[in-house]
């Protein structure tokens, strides 16, 4: 159904690139959610990769690529409906992509099936993804969502005084990892997490989980994203609720930030953390920042690069990277260009990132807080970063595999 | 009413019974054993309020949905398209006049022209062939949707409710005692009561239209044999392009409702659809008072099964369709 955008898309590279053709143009698959609740998010992701692609000027290692953009919608079947249609009919052997935590584990056992195929991850975030059963063409250049809470329980707890919480999130794989990362840390320091709402992806009504909310709790936690997200805040305005708020990495992030409607105001103040901070100001994030704002006219963007658009760039850079150390050669399958994709190293605008044996980044979480700006719009203020987190969390790699892995109810968080 | 009851004398005790159950439980004051059992009162009766709301918006699309296909036969797939539309459109009316009332009269004003032109240039010329039309429109919602989605790309809009309705208000129910003995009453959101209201009076506005006017005769004459309508003489095709454009214009101010309370984005017409398309199995395919039976179902279904049994609450709804099917496939409200 979205197709015509995706092709509108591509038919502007086509566009804009350069007469002569010396060789076959490489071809590129981008998988991103542009129908479903995630929308925003994966269009924001379809930014990223132009930008990227401005940037080396269509070409990698001398050669000209184009993207081959095809539509998700979060779930995990029109992942592998996307990924075949790009391998089988497009015959691409690169792919970025995909958007969301359950696509990602999809993905994960998609290429493993296809063994000349390298996929980099586009911004999903699910732990098993690249911890259980990695697949060896599978990389992921970008945190998981427990990776992005490192320190924001502790952060909370200390500093903002929530010794209670319950958690509000959407039924999936991401949710499930995030509130896990969160609990790891918060738990550990001495808080505890009361109840659990999950809710379906898609959930239009949060009338009666907003009524659930229990009453004596410092602070609510929100793993929601996108549209579920903007609802939730909508609805929960009007019935005049004056509980705080904990945001998951989505939860605050542009997409939700950049909505319209006064809803999100609710959000000013809410603590996070996530891949990225909107008001860093790290001389790297804000060449980013104003390569994405110069790069598309105000109402077609958000105000500053979401977590998506962000991952999405690291993605292609990474390759590019891989491709220049091949010479772009990836007729012997990829092998060569798996090996030095392993070994990239980015200086990306989020931070240093390099890859751990399971070809999962090791990068910087960063813990932010909603703030507004004196034209209205919503930013994540920098609070502080936290370099180098890696998968496990800085525990031993017993110890993290000793606590499970995310679920509806790992971990217990009791007293 | 007495007559009702002399009929069906179980039936009656049982309706009755279950209404005085109802009553008990949303005004006396909950006990720990029944706290234990249903959780918190304050959460029950939310439940049970915001399922009677969502209901309200579903049958707000819905009849209109109902009608169109009760008198032409014409399953329009692309209702939730003109739902959507309904939306974004309400929400720029919104911003540029800064009232939600006018974006309200203008959302169902234009959808409705969309109607009639739906109707005019396209369903006119395919009268009778029921497959070659649902196509049709199958077609038209994945053009709608496109157009909406280049117009207002991905971001999630909501339509601003205006200052008189936002906020909350107390509702004279006790949800629980304070250790003083004071009484906590309940509070719940006001634009959701104005909804309510507003689909009650419409849907009482409907019901008189149908069963007292001269317009409301032929369009119920219409339902039960149009040929013959046709033939004694009454022009059928006005009053199909009547109610195409009324049902449509009731998707479009569904749209700005929903907008209000909830939110737009790409997608939600497909959701809307299937939304009305279980309401109008469930209550009887052509009914008005079908579509408000319906609706309050698979309202209250959402609402007490997203608070009772979260992960299967999507399909609670599909599993009292599949039950309705099974006993009354003609649907709960629909003449046998």
Not at chain 1, 113 to 118: F, R
Not at chain 1, 235 to 258: E, H, N, P, R
Not at chain 1, 306 to 324: G, P, Q, R
Not at chain 1, 343 to 351: C, F, S, T, Y
Request: aromatic share 10%; with cysteine; proline share 4%.
């Amino acid at each position: 159904m979205r197709k015509t955008l995706a092709a509108a898309v591509a038919a502007c590279f086509v566009a804009a690139s350069p007469a002569a053709i010396a060789q076959e143009k490489l071809k590129i698959g981008v998988m991103a959610t542009l129908s479903g609740a995630l929308t925003s998010g994966g269009e924001d992701g379809v930014r990223g990769v132009q930008i990227a692609a401005k940037e080396l000027g269509n070409k990698m290692a001398g050669r000209e690529f184009e993207f081959i953009i095809t539509a998700t919608d979060a779930s995990p079947d029109s992942a592998l409906r996307a990924a075949r249609k790009l391998v089988e009919q497009d015959k691409v052997q690169l792919i970025i992509g995909p958007l969301s935590g359950s696509e990602g584990i999809a993905m994960r056992d998609y290429s493993k099936t296809v063994p000349n195929l390298v996929m980099i991850n586009g911004s999903s975030g699910a732990l098993e993804t690249t911890f259980v059963n990695p697949s060896p063409n599978f990389f992921r250049f970008n945190s998981d969502g427990a990776m992005w809470m490192a320190g924001l329980g502790e952060y909370v707890l200390k500093d903002k005084g929530f010794k209670k919480i319950s958690v509000i999130a959407e039924d999936y794989s991401f949710p499930y990892t995030q509130v896990f990362g969160f609990a790891l840390g918060y738990c550990r320091a001495g808080g505890e997490i009361t109840q659990r709402q999950w809710v379906p992806l898609g959930t239009k009504d949060f009338g009666s989980v907003i009524a659930n909310i229990p009453d004596d709790v410092d602070a609510v936690f929100l793993g929601l994203g996108g549209g579920d997200a903007v609802n939730f805040l909508n609805q929960y305005s009007q019935t005049g609720g004056k509980a705080k708020f904990i945001g998951g990495s989505i939860m605050v992030d542009q997409t939700v930030l950049s909505s319209k409607g006064a809803a999100k105001k609710l959000l000013v103040g809410t603590p996070s953390s996530g891949g990225v901070a909107d008001a860093w100001d790290d001389p790297r994030w804000k060449a980013w920042v104003k390569a994405y704002q110069d790069a598309f006219p105000a109402d077609k963007r958000f105000a500053s690069p979401s977590l998506f658009a962000t991952n999405y760039y690291n993605a292609v850079k990474a390759l590019a990277v891989a491709m220049e150390k091949v010479k772009g050669d990836i007729s012997d399958g990829g092998a060569k260009l798996r090996a030095e994709l392993a070994k990239v190293e980015l200086d990306a605008p989020n931070g240093k990132i390099k890859l751990d044996d399971n070809r999962q980044a090791i990068a910087t979480t960063f813990i932010t807080e909603v703030a507004e700006l004196p034209n209205g719009d919503l930013t994540n203020k920098f609070v502080r970063a936290v370099p180098d987190v890696t998968q496990t969390l800085g525990l031993s790699l017993e110890a993290f595999k000793a606590v499970g892995l995310p679920s509806r109810t790992n971990p217990e968080c009791k007293k | 009413m007495s007559d009702v009851i002399a009929r069906r004398p179980i039936w009656s005790l049982i309706i009755i019974l279950a209404v005085a159950i109802l009553v008990w439980l949303v005004f006396s004051i909950w006990t720990p054993g029944m706290e234990a059992m249903f959780g918190r009162k304050r959460v029950f009766l939310s439940a049970l309020f915001n399922g009677i709301t969502l209901g309200a918006l579903y049958f707000l699309v819905a009849s209109g949905f109902t009608l169109i296909f009760g008198l032409m036969r014409n399953v329009n797939l692309a209702h939730g398209s003109l739902y959507l539309f309904g939306g974004y459109l309400g929400y720029s009316i919104g911003e540029w006049s800064g009232s939600w009332l006018v974006a309200l009269v203008v959302a169902f004003l234009v959808v409705a022209l969309v109607g009639v032109l739906m109707q005019v240039l396209l369903f006119r010329w395919m009268e009778g062939q029921d497959l070659r039309q649902t196509l049709v429109t199958i077609g038209l919602s994945i053009i709608f949707a496109d157009l909406l989605l280049w117009n207002y790309g991905g971001d999630t809009f909501q339509v601003t409710a205006p200052d008189w309705l936002s906020g909350p208000v107390t509702l004279p129910f006790a949800v629980a005692l304070r250790s003083n003995g004071e009484a906590v009453m309940m509070t719940y959101p006001l634009v959701r009561i104005a909804i309510l209201v507003g689909a009650i009076i419409l849907g009482v506005l409907m019901w008189l239209a149908l069963n007292r006017t001269r317009v409301g005769m032929l369009v119920r004459a219409g339902v039960d044999d149009r040929d013959m309508l046709s033939a004694t003489g009454v022009r059928v095709q006005l009053v199909f392009v009547m109610v195409f454009a009324f049902g449509a214009g009731l998707a479009g101010l569904a749209g700005v409702v929903g907008g209000t309370f909830q939110s737009l984005q790409p997608g939600e017409d497909t959701r809307i659809l299937l939304s009305s398309l279980v309401v109008v199995i469930v209550g009887g395919m052509g009914s008005i008072p079908g579509a408000a039976v319906g609706a309050l179902i698979v309202g209250l279904a959402e609402q007490f099964g997203s608070v009772y049994m979260p992960t299967y609450a999507v399909m609670l709804t599909f599993i009292i369709m599949v039950a309705v099917l099974a006993v009354r496939p003609e649907g709960l409200a629909a003449r046998r």
